[in-house]
């Protein structure tokens, strides 16, 4: 696993940005592309058939970006940690991080105290942390990076600002599910790529929402917007993001005030949804909606 453990300058990713390698090459994630992370997939390869940790420095000056046609140059630092397969303890803590993510904080730990030591994982579920599985551990030098589920959007009602949103959405290459009452608003091409499920708007309680997942509501002529709200509100999910504007705004909160859900309310729902830059169409309106659910998911750490 190469993660990000120092960034200075304008380099692609953030700290704690880790790709997965196998003896094969690459698996999965990203430190940024280009040459970098080419050097760093045959570094791991290498670490691999050695079974080592390790870690190494790397510069891109903006006149070596101008030359290969980058935009990002900087200098990150990336930690190699060589996971052994083989032993069952690594195993068990993956496991349970995959177990726990839903409705913990969780991290994987690493001990980066010396560049070529293999201390093993760690895992912190919230803040304890669980012991590391290699060798005697000082512990002088810990780096963590939190496990999150992949983002999982339910967008309820089919009109024209779903529409929209579902291409944005599906660009950025995230799960989707629309969910409307009638299967003649959620059939053109345009939700051909997601999950579709048609259902009637009194009958939510069977859908699967997760305390991870994101919501969007966006009914037809917003007729149904109120209900979908307090059927999900009460599955406690992480972001719901409503379309409407300061009037709506008022009338939803006036409407929870003093019930079971207006704690849950004030907490989790952005009425009128996305950020502003004074949309008016669909598109305009769904780039709002995106940004404002990437910059979620990005400042949730």
Do not use: W
Request: aromatic fraction near 10%.
């Amino acid at each position: 696993m190469a993660s990000i453990i120092f960034k200075h300058g304008s380099a692609p990713r953030e700290v704690g940005a880790t790709m997965i390698i196998t003896e094969k090459g690459y698996y999965s994630g990203t430190i940024g592309g280009g040459e970098q992370e080419f050097q760093a997939i045959n570094h791991a390869k290498n670490l691999i058939s050695t079974k080592k940790c390790d870690q190494q420095f790397y510069e891109v000056s903006k006149e070596v970006a101008a030359e290969k046609g980058m935009v990002c140059g900087g200098q990150t630092r990336v930690h190699f940690q060589y996971i052994d397969i083989e032993n069952y303890k690594n195993e068990e803590y993956f496991e349970k991080l995959l177990s726990e993510v839903e409705d913990h904080n969780v991290y994987l730990v690493y001990d980066i105290s010396k560049e070529d030591s293999n201390f093993g994982i760690a895992i912190e579920i919230d803040g304890k942390i669980f012991p590391f599985t290699g060798e005697e551990n000082p512990r002088r030098n810990l780096f963590k990076i939190k496990i999150k589920r992949p983002m999982r959007i339910f967008i309820f009602g089919g009109g024209h600002i779903s529409r929209a949103t579902v291409k944005v959405l599906d660009f950025l290459g995230l799960n989707i599910n629309v969910v409307d009452d009638r299967e003649d608003f959620i059939s053109q091409k345009e939700f051909e790529k997601t999950k579709r499920i048609v259902i009637d708007f009194d009958k939510l309680d069977s859908i699967d929402i997760e305390k991870s997942d994101y919501v969007l509501i966006m009914t037809r002529g917003h007729k149904y917007d109120i209900k979908v709200l307090e059927s999900v509100l009460k599955k406690e999910p992480y972001y719901i993001g409503v379309v409407g504007n300061k009037i709506k705004a008022k009338k939803y909160r006036e409407h929870f005030l003093g019930g079971d859900l207006e704690g849950e309310y004030e907490k989790k729902v952005h009425l009128p949804v996305g950020i502003k830059i004074s949309a008016l169409t669909p598109e305009e309106i769904a780039i709002s909606i995106a940004g404002e659910i990437i910059e979620s998911y990005r400042t949730n750490v």
